[in-house]
T-cell receptor, first 115, second 114 residues
């Protein structure tokens, strides 16, 4: 699995509910990333974290929140404030150690459907 | 801010045809460039990358890309495509040293007809 897991693979929620997506890595990397993928729009960065207890907004952070209490975990909460939450969500980690590589390895993704 | 443009949204080719997918980026400094591929039902995976040196880089599965600095381009090529190349292809750029934050293009869906 490349050291990064996301669960669940599919998630269904009713409009107005918050939902938390899981991302776990077991390779002791400092950095982790959340992207959103929509048809015809590519991947857009939501949040990223370069170290425990610190994270930065990406390009489309509105309506999302994250935490980074442990190095191995970077959960993403899609709040009811997110206007178009239905999407494919991808978590990523650097391919090498921080600063040694600018490649990213992606998890399998979670497809969220909100109705 | 950095940005990436992929002008081909959907490309349909027959097997054995040659492929070239366009990618242009906008960033004033030194860049790292990537092509990622997403096969149906699979993880997004790295196809090839350019950091420095020879501007013609070779990746997996016979793909290559050429970095042309004067044109801000990093086009992906393959001389003879196969049905198994059917996938979505994303160009990405990293221009902010100190972190691995990537900016992606909108993607090109490639369909190969047997």
């Amino acid at each position: 699995d490349g050291g990064i897991t996301q669960s669940p693979k599919y998630l269904f929620r009713k409009e107005g509910q918050n939902v938390t997506l899981s991302c776990e890595q077991n390779l002791n990397h400092d950095a982790m990333y959340w992207y959103r993928q929509d048809p015809g729009q590519g991947l857009r960065l939501i949040y990223y974290s370069q170290i425990v207890n610190d994270f930065q907004k990406g390009d489309i952070a509105e309506g999302y929140s994250v935490s980074r209490e442990k190095k191995e975990s970077f959960p993403l909460t899609v709040t009811s404030a997110q206007k178009n939450p239905t999407a494919f969500y991808l978590c990523a980690r650097p391919l090498g150690g921080t600063g040694s590589s600018y490649e990213q390895y992606f998890g399998p993704g979670t497809r969220l459907t909100v109705t | 801010a950095q940005s990436v443009s992929q002008h081909n949204h959907h490309v349909i080719l027959s097997e054995a045809a040659s492929l070239e997918l366009g990618c242009n980026y906008s960033y004033g400094g030194t860049v790292n460039l990537f092509w990622y591929v997403q096969y149906p039902g699979q993880h997004l995976q790295l196809l090839l990358k350019y950091f420095s040196g020879d501007p013609l880089v070779k990746g997996i599965k016979g793909f290559e890309a050429e970095f042309i600095k004067s044109k801000f381009s990093f086009n992906l090529r393959k001389p003879s495509v196969q049905w198994s190349d059917t996938a979505e292809y994303f160009c990405a750029v990293n221009g902010d040293f100190g972190n691995e934050k990537l900016t992606f293009g909108t993607g090109t869906r490639l369909t190969i007809i047997p």
